[in-house]
T-cell receptor
């Protein structure tokens, strides 16, 4: 079956604009994660969904960042009033259930590269 | 706090062994993972080790865990040019915490 897909693959926007990044998880996976990877760094956790609800949003840097998963599958990460410091690769991952065990492997998408000019 | 550290670069000759090291700080981590990232591709899970194990071998990959020193290593035997990538270790407590990544370059 298909893996995790993310669209767009690249997004260039101007400072102050609003952007939406989309993630299509693997079918049937109940857990979905968003990470942000800045240049030369490892991915940093942003938010985790179990089903439709955000079970852990402790990684969101501020209230300009918001994510939804209204039907428990596709998720959208929304960034308001973008700043140059938001430029990064945004990664999405899904797993069959909550990670914490060896079988709860997170499968990652290719990411969306966001550039804020 | 949670902090996972790795050396930034490693360069090896094709056919030699590579050893990538990682230190972590959260002793409550249940699993420790190694991921591989190639340009333009998503993170690929290579292997993992449960925190009560000392060693795990999976084909060319050997993971060693020293829980006392909070040190994790990944050894790749007979390194190939296709192994060139960035390797991330990650610990999991209630979420995945990634290291900064080690860029492995394999030259002929």
């Amino acid at each position: 079956g298909a893996g995790v897909s993310q669209t767009p693959s690249n997004k260039v926007t101007e400072k102050g604009k609003y952007v939406e990044l989309r993630c299509d998880p693997i079918s049937g996976h109940t857990a979905l994660y968003w990470y942000r990877q800045s240049l030369g760094q490892g991915p940093e956790f942003l938010i985790y969904f179990q089903g439709t609800g955000a079970a852990d949003d402790s990684g969101l840097p501020n209230d300009r960042f918001f994510a939804v998963r209204p039907e428990g599958s596709v998720s959208t990460l929304k960034i308001q009033r973008t700043e140059r410091g938001d430029s990064a690769v945004y990664l999405c991952a899904s797993s069959p259930r909550r990670s914490g065990g060896s079988t709860d492997t997170q499968y990652f998408g290719p990411g969306t590269r966001l550039t804020v000019l | 706090g949670e902090d996972v550290e790795q050396s930034l670069f490693l360069s090896v000759r094709e056919g030699d062994s590579s050893v990538i090291n990682c230190t972590y700080t959260d002793s409550s981590s249940t699993y420790l993972y190694w991921y591989k990232q190639e340009p333009g591709a998503g993170l690929q899970l290579l292997t993992y080790i449960f925190s009560n194990m000392d060693m795990k071998q999976d084909q060319r990959l050997t993971v060693l865990l020293n829980k006392k020193d909070k040190h994790l290593s990944l050894r790749i035997a007979d390194t190939q040019t296709g192994d060139s990538a960035i390797y991330f270790c990650a610990e999991v407590t209630d979420k995945l915490i990634f290291g900064t990544g080690t860029r492995l370059q394999v030259f002929p």
